[in-house]
């Protein structure tokens, strides 16, 4: 595991210049509610899982759906159909327990880390949410200011695992995605930054585990988004 002083760590910090963030479960934090309703209604069949706990088999479940939904909405703005089925995006928010336009909740710290990075580094989004949703959340703790850009899902043709909006944040700061750090707590983050080019900052406060962000190309983990400040 690399340390905040590490050489190797060091020399990739140096050519960084911006800082990206995914939302959900990374700035926004997630709402289990769903899940532990679910959960309960399987207890008769706990037995069939792991240590008797269905939990990790529908987060799992659950998640590897975001992957192919991004990719089936992508399909249908190819044809023209996005605007008329991007509401199944939605609902699959719904779906994860992922805080709804007024409910915003963030991951603790992320605030603080905002504001002691934003001196350092130009600082942006990128979203499968909505241009609304997003603009939502800076209004509601005043973020405007602080994040300079925002990619969501309006604003390019591919979503997340495609790299094209991790490119697209970093052509609108005016740098190349070798020169940014997008920070997920998904795999679909993870790819979607390694393909662009930038470096991959995967964070456990959200949806994924360890294992697979690693898998998906993860060059730092993170307990919790607000460590960041730590190592940048």
Same mark, same amino acid.
């Given at each position: 595991m690399l340390s905040p002083d590490d050489p190797a760590f060091l020399e990739v910090r140096a050519t960084i210049e911006a800082i990206l963030f995914d939302l959900d479960g990374t700035l926004i934090d %997630?709402?289990? #509610?769903?899940?532990e309703g679910l959960a309960s209604r399987l207890e008769g069949w706990s037995r069939v899982f792991t240590k008797h706990d269905p939990r990790p088999v529908l987060r799992r479940a659950v998640l590897a759906a975001e992957g192919p939904v991004n #990719? !089936?909405?992508?399909?249908?703005?190819?044809?023209?159909?996005?605007?008329d089925v991007l509401s199944i995006g939605d609902k699959l928010?719904?779906? *994860?327990?992922? *805080?709804?336009?007024?409910? !915003?909740? %963030?991951? @603790?710290?992320?605030?603080?880390? @905002?504001?002691?990075?934003?001196?350092?580094? *130009?600082l942006g989004v990128v979203t499968s949410r909505s241009?609304?949703?997003?603009?939502? !959340?800076? *209004?509601?703790?005043?973020l405007q200011r602080l994040i300079e850009v925002v990619t969501s899902r309006e604003d390019t043709r591919r979503l997340k695992p495609h790299p094209?909006? /991790?490119?697209? #944040? #970093? %052509?609108?700061?005016?740098?190349?995605?070798?020169?940014?750090?997008?920070?997920?707590? %998904?795999? /679909?983050?993870m790819v979607s930054a390694k393909r662009a080019g930038a470096f991959a900052v995967g964070v456990l406060c959200g949806f994924g585990e360890r294992d697979e962000l690693l898998r998906a190309g993860a060059d730092l983990i993170l307990k919790n988004t607000a460590q960041l400040a730590a190592w940048f």
């Open positions: %997630t709402d289990d #509610a769903f899940l #990719a !089936f909405i992508s399909l249908l703005d190819v044809v023209g159909l996005d605007d928010r719904e779906v *994860r327990g992922l *805080r709804v336009q007024g409910r !915003f909740v %963030t991951v @603790i710290g992320v605030l603080e880390m @905002i504001r002691d990075l934003q001196s350092s580094y *130009r241009q609304a949703d997003a603009s939502a !959340f800076l *209004r509601q703790f005043e094209e909006p /991790v490119r697209h #944040a #970093a %052509t609108l700061l005016g740098l190349s995605p070798s020169q940014c750090a997008m920070v997920g707590d %998904t795999a /679909v983050d």
